[in-house]
């Protein structure tokens, strides 16, 4: 994938859009995406940069978009994102949803939904517990529980 990237660069760079001119600004975003799908973004505006000095600054970034206007890296974390961390709670949906909570789940802030549960299947401790929220502080704990949870999904 390195390879394309540094051709995507070159060709950008061989062509005279690589470099911003001094009168104009270009957006940087910065993407990050943690496990499960979270995306943070970081924006910025810049007057002349070039991609090959933005990609020798982010190291280990991806170009995933360009044009005259903004340039769009991203980079994969392997793991979950800071508000799942700070505030995160596995709970169901009324609908038997299984879902990420931002604070418990009688606050009802969704982050993100998964999979429907057949609750006729859970026992009667786990279903308890989603009520009141399971506490997402790590990967670990996320992975453990969606890999658990997913042999009650409702087949579709």
């Given at each position: 994938?390195?390879?394309?990237?540094?051709?995507?660069?070159?060709?950008?760079?061989?062509?005279?859009?690589?470099?911003?001119?001094?009168?104009?600004?270009?957006?940087?975003?910065?993407?990050?995406?943690?496990?499960?799908g979270d995306i943070s973004e970081e924006i910025y505006t810049a007057k002349e940069v070039s991609v090959e000095s933005l990609l020798q600054k982010y190291e280990g970034w991806?170009?995933?978009?360009?044009?005259?206007?903004?340039?769009?890296?991203?980079?994969?974390?392997?793991?979950?994102?800071?508000?799942?961390?700070?505030?995160?709670?596995?709970?169901?949906?009324?609908d038997g949803t299984l879902k990420i909570f931002e604070g418990t789940p009688r606050e009802e802030k969704v982050i993100h939904s998964f999979f429907q549960i057949d609750t006729k299947k859970l026992q009667s401790y786990k279903k308890q517990r989603l009520k009141n929220g399971i506490?997402?502080?790590?990967?670990?704990?996320f992975e453990r529980v969606l890999k658990d949870l997913k042999n009650y999904a409702k087949e579709n």
């Open positions: 994938m390195k390879r394309i990237v540094c051709m995507v660069v070159f060709i950008c760079l061989t062509m005279g859009v690589g470099r911003v001119h001094a009168d104009s600004e270009i957006t940087i975003l910065l993407q990050r995406v943690y496990v499960g991806k170009l995933v978009d360009y044009d005259d206007e903004q340039i769009t890296l991203q980079k994969y974390i392997d793991d979950i994102s800071p508000i799942i961390k700070t505030s995160g709670y596995f709970g169901l949906g009324d506490r997402v502080k790590s990967k670990f704990t």
